[in-house]
């Protein structure tokens, strides 16, 4: 047995919209591995029902995985707000929303995050980064003032397939990536954790 499947065999059954999600996934869409997965998923899941958020912005939604998981603790009223410039998808993600129940409680959006998060005049509670490893810095600083204060941010893959502490690697967005991390490293302004899951994840609260 290797780790991953121990840790499979600990988590659970995946439920069966999710995994029909992730089949779907690598049935239609070029780059599969994009997906979240089973032990992503419930990681999601349970901060959010941690939190309990009333607006959670998601950006990178690709094919809906990670949305339906954070909306598991959406409060009764609660909206999760998800953008994905990629239009090919929109109606893969729409299709599984509303499988899981959730057509009323997600909103999606169409387009590049840099332009939609400005005209969002919207308070959230907790924010996922997930889209562009090479424009994080640019999806935090545009989203940073639209985060209420105790507010969290998550930020997927920062470890880089461990790629981020090779001196002798330095591809365009692995450079970003530290540029990136080096940055909410020395921010004042947010408390910081980070998770070693798959690719590491930053866990940020807005002080
Ligand atoms: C790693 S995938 C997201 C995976 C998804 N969150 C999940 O866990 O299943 C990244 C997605 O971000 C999208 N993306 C990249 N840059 C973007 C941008 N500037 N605005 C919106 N979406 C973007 C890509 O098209 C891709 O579908």
């Not at 969290?152 to 461990?162: G, H, P």
């Not at 690697?169 to 921010?187: A, C, P, Q």
Request: glycine share 6%; hydrophobic share 40%; net charge negative.
């Amino acid at each position: 047995m290797n780790l991953q499947t121990y840790i499979y065999e600990h988590l659970g059954d995946e439920r069966e919209v999710l995994k029909e999600l992730y089949r779907r996934t690598h049935l239609h869409t070029v780059y599969p591995e994009m997906v979240s997965g089973h032990e992503q998923g419930r990681l999601l899941g349970m901060f959010s029902r941690m939190i309990h958020p009333e607006r959670i912005l998601e950006i990178g939604t690709f094919t809906g995985y990670s949305a339906i998981c954070l909306a598991e603790g959406l409060t009764p009223e609660g909206k999760l707000h998800t953008i994905e410039q990629n239009d090919e998808l929109t109606e893969l993600a729409a299709l599984f929303f509303k499988e899981a129940g959730l057509s009323d409680k997600i909103i999606q959006y169409t387009g590049d995050a840099l332009e939609i998060i400005p005209e969002l005049n919207i308070c959230f509670d907790l924010v996922f980064i997930d889209a562009s490893k090479k424009h994080y810095l640019d999806y935090y600083r545009v989203v940073f003032d639209k985060v209420k204060k105790g507010g969290y941010i998550l930020i997927d893959n920062i470890l880089w397939y461990n790629k981020i502490f090779d001196s002798k690697i330095r591809d365009v967005t692995t450079e970003k990536l530290r540029e990136f991390n080096m940055f909410v490293s020395k921010d004042v302004r947010v408390e910081r954790a980070i998770v070693r899951n798959r690719d590491g994840m930053f866990v940020l609260q807005k002080k």
